[in-house]
């Protein structure tokens, strides 16, 4: 099994930045393709982007292209996602996942989540 376990979530103002955090456990990380996903309160669960096994291609939701850039170092079984200009419609659990498939990845493995807040 993977175990992955989230972090650097927190509530930050309207035109900051955070990065989360993803550490992976249990199995080789580069084993898997890396997707990030987010929920709000009252919506569906939705794929944020998505990095390949070795970090050659990244794909990203629309609405966040351009502000969010996924990342990881398999050497570290690390993932990271770099938000910029985030916006209160960000606001949200962020959730790391691993997986198999592109752009969307099947997912394998989910973490137990990280809440981000903006506020204006």
């Known amino acids: 099994q993977v175990q992955l376990v989230e972090s650097g979530g927190g509530e930050v103002q309207a035109g900051d930045s955070l990065r989360l955090s993803c550490a992976a456990s249990g199995r080789t990380f580069s084993s898997y393709a890396m997707a990030w996903f987010r929920q709000a309160p009252g919506k569906e669960r939705e794929f944020v982007g998505a990095i390949t096994r070795y970090g050659s291609n990244t794909y990203y939701r629309d609405s966040v292209l351009g502000r969010f850039t996924i990342t990881r170092d398999n050497a570290k079984n690390t993932a990271y996602l770099q938000m910029n200009s985030l916006k209160p419609e960000d606001t949200a659990v962020y959730y790391c996942?691993?997986?198999?498939?592109?752009?969307?990845?099947?997912?394998?493995?989910w973490g137990q989540g990280t809440q981000v807040t903006v506020s204006s």
């Open positions: 996942t691993v997986g198999s498939g592109w752009p969307r990845i099947e997912v394998a493995y």
